[in-house]
């Protein structure tokens, strides 16, 4: 089951560039943090879920390079997105 439209909204709002963005990087990043979280619980219960594990590590790569994009282009969105995610560098 995917995030629902007010999960997303509210990632959307709290990582959005200008008002009408629902596609930037950081956006996007957000988004996939989400996924990956609600995921890693997933493949807690189901250990056997080869296909969800499959896609999970797909997420991870995309965020990854997404992620290199962002510290390549502005360093100092990248460090707000790093700190409001929650994430390690």
């Excluded at 200008?18 to 890693?40: M, N, P, Y």
């Excluded at 997404?66 to 990248?78: H, V």
């Amino acid at each position: 089951m995917a995030l629902d439209t007010k999960e997303k909204e509210k990632i959307i709002k709290d990582l959005n560039i200008h008002e009408k963005d629902t596609g930037s990087a950081d956006v996007q990043i957000g988004l996939l943090s989400k996924e990956i979280d609600r995921l890693v619980s997933h493949l807690k219960k189901h250990t056997k879920d080869t296909h969800s594990r499959r896609g999970l590590i797909k997420m991870v790569i995309k965020r990854k390079k997404l992620l290199a994009y962002l510290k390549k282009e502005d360093e100092k969105r990248y460090s707000a997105v790093i700190k409001k995610i929650g994430l390690k560098k």
